[in-house]
């Protein structure tokens, strides 16, 4: 049954490596990490540590259906950039997000809460997260932006990877006054563009 959800993306922006962004629907709990040797390790929104869980939530399983199939699980390299779990998240019941683009987004299950984990070259790893509740009714994604090279001329490059809940057909992408439709595909959706701010609003449909 189609349905209907909107949420604000301007209050959840945290500073990746490379100046690209990464940004987080319904929630400001982000942590990021990176392998060039001068970036730094960092954690927003006030994320502590907490006890691992064991299994997924059944909320987490009822809304989304990716965390109903066997984990793969976080590469080692991958925990080794990582360092610690947050918000619960339990690196062994990872999913991999199935998209055919540069780097890894893995799906995380943690204590009320569900994060992606993505990975690039150009931006090290970064964890989005939002709870549990707000992932099910809006979604969770993954925004990265790559700023134009100095000179050249060019645009910067957006690039949105998210996660739907169960029954989206569809998000609806509003940044200042563009809109982008992007139809969800196997629960996830993907979006690349040429804007620089993160979305104002996402509607699943």
Known sequence: MP????VSWRQCV???AL??????????????????????????????????????????LDGFAMLRTRPEGLPARTRRVLRAPILGTNWRL???????????????????????????????????CARTSQAVAHGLASVTIAPAAPGTGSAPARLIVGVAPDGARAVRVHTGGAVASVPVVDHVFVLRDRLSAPPDVLTLR
Not at 3 to 6: D, G, I, L, N, V
Not at 100 to 127: F, Q
């Open 14 to 16: 945290s500073s990746l």
């Open 3 to 6: 349905f209907s959800a909107r």
């Open 94 to 128: 990872a999913q991999r997000i199935p998209v055919a683009l540069p780097g890894a987004y893995w799906l995380l299950p943690g204590k009320r809460h569900l994060c992606i984990a993505a990975e690039t070259d150009e931006t090290g790893v970064g964890t989005t």
């Open 19 to 60: 100046l690209s962004l990464i940004a987080c629907a319904g929630a400001c709990g982000t942590s990021t990490s990176s392998t060039a040797p001068t970036s730094s390790n960092a954690t927003a929104g006030g994320v502590r540590a907490q006890p691992v869980v064991a299994h997924a939530e059944r909320r987490q």
